[in-house]
């Protein structure tokens, strides 16, 4: 059974960075891309960008290049999401998400099947 | 970067009622479209891939439709665990894009 398993939440400064895991359950880890996205309160949801978890591969939306960093431990079946030099505006909860099968064996860029629960990231001085 | 614009932004309906949601590409994604249903403190859950493809799982009362710029997400007859925000998402050009998102309630 696939699960995304996400920990709580974490509270830090402006400037700070912070690292969010995501560990994954249910099949081979370096099958299928890892997603961030991320939801400020009470706003919508955001997406950040990609991880192909079996070549290091990333690709990231251009707002947030040069601050966040996507990587993949294969070892423990866990990807991370750096974020660095925090604002306010970074607060927001954080989603891993996998990327869904594309059945038609096209390379398409497919849609989530799968979401972690969410980290709350709270940038607060 | 494609805009997805979604409408209504909210809406009240009652149980029983079919109710519709739409999204607009500001360019056209094929079938490259998904809605998502999120409840309060949850993660999104996926409703419908590729404009039209039932999520396994989903209660059949869900359908899509649509392609090319304008896409709908249906609801045939409405239940009280269906109050929730609907988004859809766009993956067929990066960055990918969701609509800004429909609260629906239950009346």
């Known amino acids: 059974q696939v699960h995304l398993v996400q920990s709580g939440a974490e509270v830090k400064k402006p400037g700070a960075s912070v690292k969010v895991p995501c560990k994954v359950f249910?099949?081979?880890?370096?099958?299928?891309?890892i997603h961030w996205v991320r939801q400020a309160p009470g706003q919508g949801l955001e997406w950040m960008g990609w991880i192909n978890l079996n070549t290091g591969r990333t690709h990231y939306v251009q707002n947030l290049q040069g601050r966040v960093t996507m990587t993949g431990d294969t070892s423990t079946a866990t990807a991370y999401l750096d974020l660095s030099r925090l604002t306010s505006d970074d607060t927001a909860m954080y989603f891993c998400?996998?990327?869904?099968?594309?059945?038609?064996?096209?390379?398409?860029?497919?849609?989530?099947?799968?979401w972690g629960q969410g980290a709350l990231v709270t940038v607060s001085s | 970067d494609i805009q997805m614009t979604q409408s209504p932004s909210s809406l009240s309906a009652s149980v029983g009622d079919r109710v519709t949601i739409t999204c607009r590409a500001s360019q056209a994604i094929r079938n490259y479209l998904a809605w998502y249903q999120q409840k309060p403190g949850n993660a999104p859950r996926r409703l419908i891939h590729a404009a039209s493809s039932l999520q396994s799982g989903v209660p059949s009362r869900f359908s899509g439709s649509g392609s090319g710029t304008e896409f709908t997400l249906t609801i045939s007859s409405l239940q009280p665990e269906d109050s929730a925000t609907y988004y859809c998402l766009q993956h067929n050009i990066y960055p990918y894009t969701f609509g800004q998102g429909t609260k629906l309630e239950i009346k």
């Open positions: 998400a996998k990327e869904a099968p594309d059945t038609s064996q096209l390379g398409k860029p497919m849609d989530f099947d799968f």
């Open positions: 249910g099949y081979t880890f370096t099958d299928y891309y």
